[in-house]
């Protein structure tokens, strides 16, 4: 069975007060605001949008994650890409950026946008929907920042980018921990971490000073740096 697309590996992480605030005054900002949610592999970004989403309500509040815009496993092989998934060149970007700019734009409408499962390890189309009301809708992901096209245009239909700062240690930690609750072996894991999503890590950190925020872990806890 297909579970939630959910990927928190971050349960006992709490949000600081201040950083709901901020996501409250965007919701409260007239007409819709996009935020972005942005940082490496295993950061906590997932963990992050749903304390916001659960704080404000599914009406103040929805996700549409970069996430279901990976590119298919069959794609992926087409290309000669699967060794490298989640990578910059295995999503379809332009996709993503012209999903962002209808949300900015229609708010007379349902849209309903993909997302990704873990258990099968495939995007599934029309999983989420932004409701005609919903004043903040939330758009976390690595790659929201890079200087490479058409990444700057996904960049551009984003009101604020927060990015979410993790030691590297602990992130990689709790990568470990989700590749293999999904399937992989510790080997594979750490494999898996060491030779994708690291060289994808460094590319993202490399992106954090243009984010509008920064958020730090302070303890168990998410604050504004």
């Known amino acids: 069975m297909i579970g939630t697309h ?9 949000v600081d007060p201040a950083v709901l605030d901020a996501a409250r005054a965007l919701a409260d900002r007239p007409g819709r605001t996009l935020l972005g949610i942005v940082g490496a592999p295993g950061a ?14 599914s009406a103040q509040a929805q996700c549409v994650p970069m996430d279901g ?4 496993n069959r794609e992926l092989a087409r290309l000669g890409r699967s060794d490298r998934k989640g990578a910059p060149d ?3 970007a332009t996709g993503y950026r012209d999903l962002l700019t209808r949300i900015r734009k229609t708010t007379a409408e349902s849209i309903y946008a993909p997302a990704f499962y873990r258990e099968i390890e495939e995007p ?3 999983s989420l929907v932004v409701t005609p009301e919903c004043p ?3 758009t976390e992901g690595n790659y929201l920042l890079l200087e490479d096209a058409p990444w700057p245009q996904v960049a551009a239909e984003l009101d604020e980018v927060w990015y979410v700062d993790v030691p590297t240690p602990l992130r990689e930690t709790w990568l470990v921990e989700r590749h293999m609750r999904f399937g992989r072996t510790e080997a594979e894991a750490r494999d898996w971490v060491a030779t994708t999503d690291r060289p994808n890590a ?6 954090r000073t243009r984010a509008h925020r920064t958020l730090v872990f302070d303890g168990p806890r998410l604050r504004f740096a």
């Open 44 to 57: 906590g970004k997932s963990t992050l949008t749903e304390a916001l989403i659960t704080a404000l309500g």
């Open 202 to 207: 460094e590319r993202i950190e490399a992106t």
């Open 90 to 92: 295995t999503f379809d």
């Open 69 to 72: 815009y990976h590119l298919s």
């Open 136 to 138: 903040l809708v939330i």
């Open 124 to 126: 599934i189309a029309a």
């Open 6 to 14: 959910s990927e928190n590996d971050t349960q006992n992480v709490t």
